[in-house]
């Protein structure tokens, strides 16, 4: 089955408002950006974004956020966005925090089918108020439920026109496990191969998982924050 778009805008041209969204990546790195810019465009409002973080100022999620676009960001930090710790702070915003490890493993449970499950982390903090506490082997565990979304939204180095697709290095963060947790996922890749092109072992999501796919029309790949150092010549 064909399942590539045109183009961004039409891969998501029925997504209505109130969504759950959520967003792969790690900061800047793995950002479905064309995608995130077809929302923008769109003007989908009400949306609660899972992701782990909201992009930075006028960067990715960051775009969204400024345009009023979101209601709630599940997130496992704020990171370099000034008008997120804002909103959060003044309480403008709807913000739930999760470990990262937690926030990572509670989406690939919604992925898996997972009812539940027991982590250690987070125990003792708020993040355990209101969760069923529980012994195990003398350490003290949180009940954690697992998420799903309406639309998963991610990007992959390639794909092919089935839906198969392949990351790279930093940019496989919460785009593999979010591909399987939603209901509707669409993936852009760098590069769109015909069907067989891609070796079936080194497959990281298998197209079933996939509804959607385009290929990107091009990247600034911005860093988030960057560091160097001064030459010693």
Not at 47 to 64: A, F, K, T, W
Not at 72 to 86: I, Q
Not at 99 to 111: H, K
Request: glycine share 12%; with cysteine; aromatic share 6%.
């Amino acid at each position: 089955m064909d399942k590539t778009y045109p183009s961004a805008d039409a891969a998501i041209a029925d997504i209505p408002d109130g969504i759950v969204m959520m967003s792969g990546g790690f900061g800047l790195c793995g950002n479905a950006e064309d995608l995130l810019g077809a929302v923008a465009r769109k003007g989908v409002r009400n949306i609660h974004v899972v992701s782990n973080n909201c992009g930075i100022d006028g960067r990715g999620l960051g775009v969204l956020l400024a345009a009023g676009q979101i209601r709630k960001v599940t997130a496992s930090y704020v990171g370099e966005n000034k008008l997120f710790a804002e909103l959060m702070l003044s309480g403008r915003l709807d913000v739930e925090l999760i470990p990262q490890g937690t926030l990572a493993e509670r989406i690939r449970a919604g992925g898996a089918g997972i009812g539940a499950f027991y982590t250690p982390s987070g125990y003792g903090t708020l993040v355990a108020e209101g969760k069923e506490v529980r012994e195990i082997d003398g350490r003290m565990y949180i009940l954690e439920m697992p998420i799903r979304a309406d639309v998963s939204l991610v990007k992959a180095w390639r794909g092919d026109t089935h839906g198969n697709l392949v990351y790279r290095k930093t940019a496989n963060n919460f785009n593999q496990a979010m591909a399987t947790a939603g209901r509707l996922t669409i993936a852009e890749v760098e590069e769109l191969v015909p069907v067989g092109t891609l070796d079936p072992n080194f497959i990281h999501t298998p197209g079933i998982f996939v509804n959607r796919i385009i290929q990107c029309s091009g990247y600034e790949k911005p860093i988030e924050f960057r560091t160097t150092l001064e030459s010693s010549v």
